[in-house]
């Protein structure tokens, strides 16, 4: 048994692991293609339309006519693109995407049907599997970022630096929320992290995290409202703007992959990974967290996440750019830092014999401190115009005054076109008070 991990896999042999590699994979590629449909299927009824019905019962066959359309379809290749990186960028990220769940932990140890032998339900294990999956999610940008470099052409670049920039964004977020978890499980190993959830599932006492890191994920995954590698509004497809037949199915399967990592990771280090929920882990004195049942209450928490992206993606519209930046870099990490900081002090005071009285005393000092900082803090006036706007002909706001646009700030009027200042007919002119009235006639 390798120290600092719970899992023992001790009795695997080499076919034990190959065999356990094979299933992750067909069980990935399977659900993926239950993804899509799954996918289609909840939209659909969110938008009042019945969805795939048409190849299989209820449209089950509808992803694999799709997989094979992908396949028969002709496979393209731009003329200014880079044939190597082209071909390899796709494979980058499926492969990334398929390395994460090598250390997913599935449930505890399971005998295998006939026979006596046990094995955990996992394929490996070791004492800093947490920063193995932050690593290989990292490396996977690669594949977008050459994809859309290599491609030779305007959109698909733009896409790729677009996700250079989200994924590390969204990263640091992601990151400070799993250094909550590792402090209260005392591990960065994934069943050790499990092992520490028997009594208390993470996601309650370690709320702000949970809910740092489930925004971060669906940024991370490029999903809506923050598909902006990818917003065909703006960007055609994005970095798979020319990619066609296999070589785009791989992008959009390690889409769907990483969908798919990412809930696992999260029902892992927070939502109490293979155990069942309160008041079933209850039932027989934990029987229903033992043998086979932990699989199922791990691909149901799954499924249960995957969900809350489809929703999400059939319910909000997508970000401007600069509101997601924004968000990212002064909203969610400056909040996680917090959280982090907070929660390692109360963490080291309570190791230091700090009671609970005196915790909740210094909470209430520090919380009205703060209020007072921000009460009494000078409040700087908004200038009058942003950098590059002017004063305009008729005392409007011009945007065009510094040779660029600039939105007007709230107060600020734009001044008329030149088109309305044409079509509008002056204002008739009373005459000066001076001249004869048998002038005027």
């Not at 250390?103 to 005998?111: D, E, L, R």
């Not at 929320?177 to 520490?196: D, H, K, P």
Request: net charge neutral; hydrophobic share 55%; glycine share 8%.
């Amino acid at each position: 048994m390798i120290p600092g991990i719970a899992a023992d896999f001790s009795a695997d042999t080499i076919v034990t692991t190959i065999v356990k590699a094979v299933l992750i994979i067909v069980f990935l590629l399977t659900s993926v293609l239950f993804a899509i449909w799954f996918e289609r299927k909840v939209v659909a009824r969110m938008q009042l339309r019945p969805g795939p019905n048409w190849h299989g019962p209820i449209g089950l066959l509808q992803s694999l006519a799709d997989a094979m359309k992908l396949l028969l379809k002709e496979d393209l290749t731009v003329t200014r693109a880079d044939r190597v990186m082209y071909l390899l960028a796709p494979m980058i990220s499926v492969f990334c995407a398929l390395l994460v769940f090598a250390v997913i932990p599935f449930g505890p140890s399971v005998t295998i049907p006939f026979t006596d032998y046990a094995t955990p339900a996992q394929l490996t294990d070791f004492p800093v599997a947490t920063l193995y999956i932050l690593a290989c999610a990292s490396i996977g940008v690669y594949g977008i970022v050459l994809g859309g470099w290599s491609s030779g052409s305007t959109y698909p670049l733009l896409g790729a630096v677009r996700s250079t920039a989200q994924v590390i964004s969204y990263e640091l977020a992601m990151g400070l929320s799993l250094v909550s978890v590792f402090i209260m499980a005392g591990s960065m190993s994934t069943s050790s992290i499990v092992e520490s959830q028997t009594s208390l599932w993470w996601f309650l006492p370690l709320a702000p995290a949970f809910v740092v890191y489930i925004i971060s994920m669906v940024g991370e995954t490029n999903r809506l409202p923050f598909d902006l590698p990818e917003a065909e509004g703006e960007l055609v497809s994005g970095y798979m703007t020319e990619y066609s037949s296999m070589k785009f199915a791989w992008f959009f399967l390690a889409e769907y992959i990483a969908m798919i990592n990412v809930s696992a990771v999260a029902v892992t280090l927070f939502l109490g990974g293979w155990r069942a929920p309160w008041p079933l882990s209850m039932i027989g004195d934990g029987v229903l967290n033992t043998g086979w049942w932990p699989v199922l209450w791990f691909l149901a928490k799954v499924w249960v996440l995957m969900f809350f992206f489809v929703w999400v993606r059939g319910t909000l519209l997508r970000l401007r750019y600069d509101q997601f930046m924004v968000f990212g870099w002064k909203v969610l990490i400056p909040f996680a830092l917090v959280w982090l900081v907070a929660l390692a002090v109360f963490r080291w005071a309570g190791l230091a014999g700090v009671t609970r009285t005196q915790m909740i005393v210094a909470i209430v000092a520090v919380f009205a401190l703060v209020m007072i900082v921000l009460w009494l803090w000078p409040d700087k006036k908004a200038p009058d115009r942003p950098a590059g706007g002017g004063e305009g002909p008729d005392g409007g706001f011009d945007a065009f005054a510094g040779g660029y646009p600039v939105p007007p700030l709230p107060g600020q009027t734009l001044q008329a076109s030149p088109r309305a200042r044409r079509t509008v007919p002056p204002a008739p002119q009373a005459p000066p008070a001076d001249v004869d009235a048998e002038e005027t006639r």
